[in-house]
């Protein structure tokens, strides 16, 4: 039963302030640099790469070529700091590109500017677009993997399912999951670091709600199974406040 969790429910049906249509920018611009942070502190971008590597490593035993293009989606990439990093630390033979996608044009405009002042755009294989996770316009298998780092929280199971089926059709390897993990320890720790290290209104409303609106490991993996996947493997960060799934497609 995916709603439930001992000794927290879901919380289902909310919105967070990151998921509304008009979005105040400054207000916006904050949240992704709050955003970007914890990801960067707290594990959720190695807990990505690992799981990249993960179904990689599943997928292709030999070793990529030099001349190999390795092209990974990400989608609802808010401020793209996930894909930017893994693009700085990619030491495959091969290159990588990225597209970076998310729904709101707003939040595509704030990621493009923080890029641009971090100097982590052009050149480096990253490539930002305007596009609906759940209504991708990419034909079958463009990408070798699709990639969602704190998205699935932000959907009910019906459109989380869906979501997936979407990120595996348009993957030719599989997917991978980066989210928060629900429980009461969690809420603690997110009510607290948006109450102490930060005043966005944004990250204070939404941290906490975030992980209320979580999926366990568990409970993500049932729904990729559902979506016809096989898991491939399942990481946690150091305090099991997130973790990260790779999912191999089935042929």
């Known amino acids: 039963m995916?709603?439930?969790?001992?000794?927290?429910?879901?919380?289902?049906?909310?919105?967070?302030?990151?998921d509304a249509d008009e979005l105040?920018?400054?207000?916006?611009?904050?949240?992704?640099?709050?955003?970007?942070?914890?990801?960067?502190?707290?594990g959720g971008v190695r807990l990505s790469r690992m799981a990249l590597a993960d179904l990689e490593r599943s997928a292709t035993p030999a070793r990529r070529q030099a001349g190999e293009v390795f092209r990974i989606l990400d989608v609802g990439t808010g401020g793209a700091d996930v894909p930017a990093a893994l693009l700085a630390s990619w030491t495959g033979p091969g290159r990588l590109e990225v597209v970076a996608i998310d729904r709101n044009p707003a939040i595509v405009a704030a990621a493009s500017t923080m890029l641009e002042r971090n100097g982590t755009t052009g050149p480096r294989g990253l490539e930002l677009r305007v596009a609906d996770g759940l209504a991708l316009p990419d034909p079958d298998e463009a990408f070798d993997v699709a990639h969602a780092s704190l998205v699935l929280h932000h959907l009910d199971p019906g459109d989380a399912v869906a979501l997936i089926r979407e990120m595996a059709r348009v993957a030719r390897v599989g997917i991978v999951l980066n989210d928060l993990s629900r429980s009461r320890l969690g809420w603690i720790g997110a009510w607290l670091m948006g109450h102490v290290l930060t005043r966005n209104r944004f990250t204070r409303s939404d941290a906490p709600m975030s992980v209320?609106?979580?999926?366990?490991?568990?409970?993500a993996s049932a729904m990729l199974r559902e979506a016809g996947l096989a898991i491939v493997s399942c990481r946690f960060g150091v305090f099991r406040h997130r973790w990260a799934i790779a999912a191999a497609r089935t042929r």
């Open 212 to 219: 209320r609106r979580a999926y366990t490991a568990s409970e």
């Open 2 to 18: 995916l709603t439930h969790h001992p000794g927290m429910e879901r919380l289902a049906g909310a919105r967070e302030e990151l």
């Open 24 to 42: 105040d920018p400054t207000a916006l611009a904050g949240n992704l640099r709050d955003l970007a942070r914890i990801n960067r502190w707290l």
